[in-house]
């Protein structure tokens, strides 16, 4: 199992946690890349992250005895770890600073299926009125319009703009269907960051990020965070909107196969609203990703 | 009247509820609870509510309810003027009872599997699993010998009750708790069956029943 483990994948930072949903002084046990995990928080609220040996769920823990461990980033309110030799720095989102902005996680949730799926699916636009029917969708506005996709060498993401779609409920705080511009940005093999129209302000965008831990080759844990312009809304009813959807999406997404990420591009069968997702898979390839996915035959 | 549900999206026990409502027209107002990740429904507010921790609570007026199965049966005794969602007659009351028990056990395996595989809760995923297909077995045969004697639902009216609303969430939510349901051909036809119900509603994760073969 472990051998499709590459180093590019290894060397990734992975999120781990939403960091406020880390007990301290308590052990919270998760797994990563097939590999067992302990995590707490010390008593100054950073949290800390080992190798798991015989550390239970909620057992008592001192963070500051905890001497063997693995890097930590904290960034986007979640913790994330690294199990070989992380880059100095993770992918940017520079609207989370913004201070009028709500920051909330949505949840961490299991689905069985691997990283890669859930990525490709979150960029999916065509799915919008079949799976989230008079939320982000609905019949007969079907069509996927014309888009652009481009790789940023620079920035190494994925880049696809130009994403229009009429939604009759886009967020929380629309109050009618308004066709909504998309920016998706995949700047992480394994997150994906959607800016959308934001209904409350028009010259502003909502940020939802979609980060995947990767626990095994055929299962990731979906950690979501939502950045938004909302002044009217609680943070229940704005993590009941995303909870929504993305239930929505679970089944679809647990139905797939195979789990893992085909990237020839004969394995299946694109069509032109796929851009995005040739992309991905054309980026996952030519960096020689090899975990969760089916690598093209060479 | 006001009725108020403290409810949870991806909850099928408050599923329960809005589905037997959507059913009998009677409208309601949401008070959404962060149960996951905001764990909400263990805060000093919400167990003045319900000391038990548990959702859902309904609250009619004064009125304050808890546990999905006997919210359902208030629902239905109080809004149901035709008196078929939770029928009078002794022995079809205890068939009711009797699912709505098996309802419960669908939770504590069905949805324990789920939240273990979604949300992290520390169960025995595998117990879990196959104390559901235990069950689904049983209620399988039940409904298959149902189908060859005439029955359709789980009780012996020629209509649903409270019971198939019971049972139908967490059977249907199954996959997520790594509960396949291919075995189960009479099951399956069941769920087809609670789906064309006049004025069923989804939840995120239920997905509503293709149009009806035409004979």
């Known amino acids: 199992m472990r051998n499709t483990l590459d180093s590019i994948t290894r060397n990734l930072w992975h999120v781990v946690a939403a960091t406020d949903e880390l007990p301290i002084g308590l052990v919270e046990t998760t797994t990563l890349l097939d590999t067992p995990l302990a995590l707490t928080r010390g008593l100054d609220g950073e949290p800390v992250v080992w190798l798991r040996r015989d550390e239970e769920q909620g057992e008592e823990i001192d963070a500051e005895t905890v001497l063997e461990r693995l890097p930590v980033k904290t960034a986007y309110g979640y913790t994330w770890t690294c199990l070989g030799s992380p880059p100095a720095e993770l992918f940017p989102i520079p609207e989370f600073a913004e201070p009028d902005r ?61 994403c229009r779609f009429i939604q009759p409920r886009a967020a929380k705080s629309a109050t009618k269907p308004m066709e909504v511009e998309y920016v998706y940005r995949v700047p992480h093999p394994f997150c994906s960051v959607l800016y959308k129209s934001c209904p409350e302000d028009e010259t502003r965008q909502d940020v939802i990020g979609l980060f995947l831990q990767p626990v095994s080759e055929e299962r990731c844990r979906a950690h979501l965070l939502q950045s938004m312009i909302d002044s009217t809304s609680t943070i229940t009813d704005l993590r009941r909107f995303q909870q929504t959807i993305f239930g929505q999406d679970k089944p ?47 | 009247m006001t009725i108020t549900l403290y409810d949870f999206e991806l909850s099928g026990n408050c599923y329960k509820l809005r589905l037997l409502m959507s059913i009998l027209g009677v409208p309601y107002d949401i008070v959404p609870v962060d149960f996951f990740p905001g764990r909400e429904h263990k805060s000093d507010a919400f167990l003045r509510l319900n000391p038990f921790g ?154 509503p029943a293709g149009p009806a073969k035409q004979d």
């Open chain 1, 102 to 162: 709500v920051n909330m996680s949505c949840g961490s949730i299991g689905i069985h299926v691997s990283a890669p799926r859930a990525v490709e699916n979150f960029l999916d636009m065509g799915h919008f009125p079949y799976v989230h029917t008079d939320i982000l969708g609905s019949e007969p506005h079907t069509e996927v319009k014309e888009y652009d996709v481009e790789v940023s060498e620079e920035r190494d993401e994925v880049l696809a703009t130009r």
């Open chain 2, 54 to 207: 548990q959702l859902p609570v309904l609250r009619d007026d004064d009125l304050t309810l808890s546990d999905s199965g006997a919210i359902l049966a208030y629902l239905a005794r109080k809004y149901d003027a035709s008196g078929r969602w939770f029928p009078e007659a002794p022995d079809i009351l205890a068939q009711v009872l009797r699912w709505h028990a098996v309802a419960d056990d669908i939770t504590s395996t069905a949805s324990a599997a789920r939240l273990a595989l979604s949300f992290d809760y520390p169960f025995d995923v595998a117990a879990c699993q196959k104390g559901a297909h235990r069950i689904f077995r049983l209620i399988d045969e039940h409904l298959w010998f149902g189908e060859k004697a005439g029955r359709d639902w789980l009780c012996a009216p020629d209509h649903p009750t409270t019971a198939d609303i019971a049972c139908f969430p967490y059977i249907m939510l199954s996959e997520e708790g790594g509960i396949s349901r291919q075995d189960y051909p009479a099951l399956r036809r069941w769920t087809d069956r609670v789906r064309r119900i006049p004025g069923f509603v989804v939840m995120s994760g239920i997905f």
């Open chain 1, 252 to 298: 679809i997404l647990e139905n797939q196969y195979p789990k893992k990420l085909p990237l020839d591009p004969r394995a299946e069968t694109p069509i032109r609203a796929d851009k995005s997702a040739i992309a991905y898979r054309r980026w996952l390839s030519q960096k020689g990703i090899t975990y969760g996915v089916i690598p093209q035959a060479s």
